[in-house]
């Protein structure tokens, strides 16, 4: 586990804390808790209690909605570096998925009492946490909109094209997502995420490796996915 020195030093490496100045930081780091997760326990049950957001350490999370029917969508994968549920840390109603640990994974855990203290004495914090709600929001909106108006060939050149550019533009990269988890991601199942595969392949955008898919043609996967 990190000290609280060392926490706070690799808290200003994520997105919701860049640009804070080291006062900010350290309590933040102060009233972090870790926190861990074996593979496939739940983090937080939909419709609990809104304790606090979270940040992966390390591991990964699914974030899933569950409909009445018991169906299940996934809103959500995470790895280090990504933080989760702090919407309910503001407004205070129950978590509206839930989250469930895909490996053994640790998390940093801020409760929410305890931060909105800290916004009251950092304003430049909530600054950064507005910024990242409304970054989550059109994220969200594009997600609403490529379900209603996209046909799953055009969602999944959007998914790998959003994969290739997370890794730097690196044109080869890995699903570390089973094909059910990700036809959940792109609102499909998995035969019909399985002809857009091939269709994407035999138009010769991309060559898929087992696990790896190499993206062959990026302007034509940006046109298809618009």
Do not use: C
């Amino acid at each position: 586990m990190l000290n609280k020195i060392d926490l706070s030093n690799w808290l200003q490496n994520i997105l919701i804390f860049q640009g804070l100045a080291a006062e900010q930081l350290i309590p933040l780091a102060q009233i972090a808790q870790l926190q861990n997760f074996k593979k496939d326990e739940t983090i937080f049950h939909q419709g609990s209690e809104a304790t606090g957001f979270f940040i992966v350490q390390i591991g990964r999370v699914k974030v899933i909605k569950t409909a009445a029917n018991g169906k299940e969508h996934i809103l959500h994968l995470l790895t280090s570096g990504d933080y989760f549920a702090e919407v309910a840390t503001f407004d205070g109603k129950a978590f509206p998925a839930s989250a469930i640990a895909l490996e053994d994974t640790e998390l940093i855990f801020f409760p929410r009492l305890a931060f909105l203290d800290l916004l009251h004495q950092y304003p430049a914090i909530a600054i950064n946490m507005l910024t990242s709600l409304a970054t989550r929001a059109r994220k969200l909106a594009q997600m609403v909109e490529d379900l209603s108006f996209k046909e799953v060939p055009q969602r999944l050149a959007a998914y790998l094209l959003d994969v290739s550019d997370r890794a730097n533009g690196d044109p080869i990269i890995n699903l570390d997502v089973t094909k059910t988890q990700l036809a959940s991601i792109l609102g499909t199942i998995s035969a019909t995420l399985s002809r857009a595969f091939l269709h994407l392949s035999d138009a010769g955008l991309i060559a898929i490796h087992g696990s790896q898919v190499e993206l062959l043609d990026r302007d034509r996967l940006k046109d298809i996915s618009n």
